[in-house]
């Protein structure tokens, strides 16, 4: 679509379908729940991601149960993995789970991110779970205890966003992120 000014088309009814200049914000904050929507989704989408990376990494180093010696470089991985796939994404403007629910990130100043921001974003957005499992391991909790701590810090960081002047969680602000509402982008 081609906008035109109301010289060049030397049209009056051209000036009257340009919208008023305003100084309102250009991007509007997706809701909590749609946030909170999109951030379920990406953990059913990261299953997947868990599958294939959990297949190569046994496959390839044999490993015969889940309890092998070598679980814990198997998280450390993961956490590779994770880390490259939302870096890569977040690059790029939006994962699957944030182009379903219209969300789209970008910095303080409304620009695509870097890598190394999304990198820090990725980083700070482990506080979603490291403080519950920092809990967790001294106590030797049982899974329904784990789940119940677990899912009750993420509710209480994701209310913490009201908190926040524009309503954005505290890792996004914190690693100078921002999620606006947005359409799915095209494919470049």
């Known amino acids: ?5 109301p010289e060049a088309s030397g049209s009056d009814q051209a000036a009257s379908q340009t919208p008023p200049a305003t100084n309102a914000p250009v991007s509007i904050v997706p809701g909590l729940w749609r946030r909170m929507a999109c951030w379920l989704y990406e953990g059913m989408l990261l299953f997947a991601v868990v599958f294939v990376s959990g297949w190569l990494f046994s496959t390839l180093g044999q490993m015969r149960d889940a309890m092998d010696s070598r679980r814990h470089l198997f998280q450390a991985f993961l956490f590779v993995v994770f880390g490259v796939y939302f870096v890569w994404f977040w ?12 969300i789209r990130i970008v910095d303080a100043h409304g620009r695509p991110v870097s890598q190394r ?5 990725y ?7 490291l403080p519950p499992l920092a809990a967790i391991a001294p106590f030797k909790l049982s899974g329904a205890e784990s789940t119940v701590l677990i899912f009750g810090w993420v509710a209480v960081w994701a209310l913490l966003a009201r908190f926040h002047p524009e309503r954005q969680f505290w890792h996004d602000a914190w690693a100078g992120t921002r999620l606006i509402t947005s359409k799915p982008m095209s494919r470049r």
């Open 1 to 5: 679509m081609v906008s035109s000014s």
């Open 91 to 102: 690059t790029k403007g939006q994962t699957l789970a944030m182009k379903t629910w219209n």
């Open 117 to 121: 921001r999304a990198l820090g974003r």
């Open 123 to 129: 980083l700070l957005s482990w506080v979603w779970f």
